[in-house]
């Protein structure tokens, strides 16, 4: 057996030789980025790109190589795409992005429109993007909201994405597929559940309580102690404490923030009542201008996968080759079709950048539906 | 300006020299991995990996190219390590699972547990997993069944994990986390809701209607057209039947199977309400036992990322590097602990194959708290 110190050396000199015929490689490469900007060709030729990875394979010796020098041509090629995209940009042909760039927001003078009604958390995230001197007006549902929106009615809807405990909020997962409006800021809100019902209510009288179901997920450790409660859903924390004011019934109570509470005329029987301290949520600025802030650094993407085997490990193959710092990943059943999945994924990146043009080519080639949903 | 076809040459050329010092350096890893049985070293050397990649990228002309150096041999290396455990794994040398192999699930005589009552779809779930003639009883919670197993009281649990409507049910994945149970098998059934009620109930006459929220979810295009019904949260599409027999009111109405209708005595009032004709659930087998199926081909495993930029991006490559076919990604936020997140992620493989051994030892060298939910 040759001993180990003498595998290393070998193993190190091959490497040296790999560093160099890898930047002999992409100084070519370049070459090819100034010719095509001569000639007008596209970056991503993808036929050539599959005969190159059948005639490198073909090359090794065994099956464990052939698929080695695949999987290796896939990342060498992105890589040269993303450097021609970075030549092309240095040059100036600059692909033209079909959202508009902006400076700022538009805030001055913006008509605003949230879900629920007065004391809604959407409603205090709106005015601490916006200012509390904003105008704003409030709809019943979600999706009231993005129609407002699509009909110019509102310039931006504020609406929940995500809590730090429940997670996402499907619905408005959904409706950003199926509306063409976009993101175009986002903001953090903590949260803070109150139990709130008619002055005098005794935490003993109560048999049932009304919350957004995010509220009830939120207080799920809380409520297990009352198991005897019945749970009913409803559109909106602040909904909840309207509806406890409404029916002046000392049997109900709502879950709902301290400022829905108050202006709803409710005593807080208990403060506090969601499980993690830390609870938080964030809203997305919604508007039906296809725009993104020049200095934008964070893109959000949804893609359905195709059913076969392999298809998810490719298109995440994009991100990873491109270097791309994915923040979050969400899946969600597409209707009709079952277990296939529609992919939601926030990245780092402006869409100016090589990387994310390079990423952004290579997704449209191999998933379905690529949507951007903005870069804010 | 040199013409592309001269270029292009010049590329073949190079790729052909580059294939050329990849099967001579994959070679050269074999031999590594040879010694590595005779000195029962570890395959994975997180140290010197690093040291070479810090060397190899210092040999690169400019910062583009050292960071695709970097990235071109952690994929390499990647390679190198799967090929060695493959040896390791030819010569018998073969890592011990913390997973005890068996050829079967022992079904004959096992006592079953499931969440809800008599006539929930989990129990039509467990017959056809188990057969019509098995022993069974059921618990209020998905955590009581969850505890039954923990005690030993029961065999196995069957548990609902993912509907192709309304996605993930995020508590059971919750408590795979913070139980020690594990997944030995899972089944797909499909699922049609009715609308049921009292005998002689007119749709008309309904204020309220019970279900399980994943129920109500579901059913949402339907439920929608009665906005004025309440819509309550029960913890089982069965015990919502349960209650509507038991209040015996005729403005009452549960979203339930047709088999929990019957049971229960109920009327069907409207058939298949659910928004989705394909809509199906799965459901998992859970056993308090550290067991896998040898035949098994797919595996699920949970962990947390650190709160680092990129760190998502790391542990997805080991999934791409070994060619591991990821067929669903889910993330679920970590209770105390604001936007950072546990994923779930499932795959195809078997716990005794060199890629997979290869993905699993690198992602919990890189991320926080692995966990192997089971193989089946």
Same mark, same amino acid.
């Given at each position: ?25 992409? @100084? ?26 059948? /005639?490198?394979?073909? %090359?090794?010796?065994? &099956?464990?190589?052939? #698929?080695?020098?695949? @999987?290796?041509?896939?990342?060498? %090629? ?10 092309? +940009? =240095? ?5 033209? /992005? ?8 538009? $805030?001055?003078?913006? #008509? ?35 129609? +407002? ?13 995500? !809590? ?21 800021? =986002?903001?953090?809100?903590?949260? #803070? ?23 009830? %997920? ?9 198991? *005897? ?19 002046? $019934? ?7 923030? =301290? ?7 409710? &005593? ?9 301290? !830390?609870?938080? +949520? #964030? ?38 080759? !491109?270097?791309?710092?994915? +923040? ?9 079709? /079952? ?18 043009? *390079? ?18």
């Amino acid at each position: 057996m040759i001993p180990l110190s003498e595998i290393r050396e070998q193993l190190d000199e091959i490497d040296s030789q790999i560093v160099r015929l890898y930047e002999k490689r992409m @100084e070519l490469c370049a070459e090819v980025g100034l010719t095509k900007i001569a000639s007008g060709k596209k970056v991503y030729d993808k036929e050539r790109e599959m005969q190159k990875l059948a /005639t490198l394979s073909q %090359m090794a010796s065994n &099956e464990f190589n052939q #698929r080695g020098i695949t @999987e290796l041509y896939e990342q060498l %090629m992105a890589m040269s795409r993303k450097l021609q995209y970075q030549i092309l +940009t =240095e040059h100036g042909v600059i692909g033209k /992005t079909a959202f508009i760039g902006i400076d700022s927001l538009d $805030k001055k003078g913006a #008509r605003l429109v949230f879900q629920g009604v007065e004391g809604a958390y959407s409603q205090a995230a709106l005015h601490s993007y916006f200012g509390e001197e904003c105008d704003s007006f409030h709809v019943q549902t979600f999706r009231d909201a993005m129609e +407002t929106l699509e009909d110019g009615l509102a310039d931006y809807a504020v609406l929940p994405i995500e !809590n730090s405990s429940a997670g996402a909020v499907s619905q408005v997962y959904d409706l950003l597929v199926e509306f063409e409006n976009h993101i175009v800021g =986002e903001i953090v809100l903590p949260i #803070r559940h109150m139990l709130a019902g008619l002055p005098g209510t005794k935490i003993e009288e109560i048999e049932c309580v009304y919350s957004h179901p995010q509220g009830l %997920m939120q207080s799920a450790r809380f409520l297990d102690e009352h198991r *005897n409660w019945q749970q009913i859903s409803v559109a909106n924390t602040a909904i909840a404490a309207q509806k406890v004011l409404k029916e002046q $019934k000392k049997t109900q109570a709502a879950v709902c923030s =301290e400022y829905a509470a108050k202006i709803h005329h409710l &005593e807080i029987l208990k403060e506090g009542i969601n499980d993690n301290s !830390n609870n938080s +949520t #964030r809203f997305i600025i919604v508007s039906n201008q296809k725009v993104y802030l020049k200095q934008a650094g964070k893109i959000s993407i949804c893609f359905e996968i195709p059913h076969e085997s392999g298809s998810l490990y490719h298109i995440l193959s994009h991100f990873i080759y !491109n270097n791309l710092n994915m +923040t979050k990943i969400e899946s969600r059943p597409i209707e009709g079709r /079952t277990w296939e999945y529609r992919f939601f994924v926030d990245f780092e990146g402006n869409l100016n950048d090589a990387a994310v043009k *390079n990423a952004i080519r290579g997704i449209r080639e191999e998933a379905r539906n690529l949507k951007i949903l903005g870069n804010y």
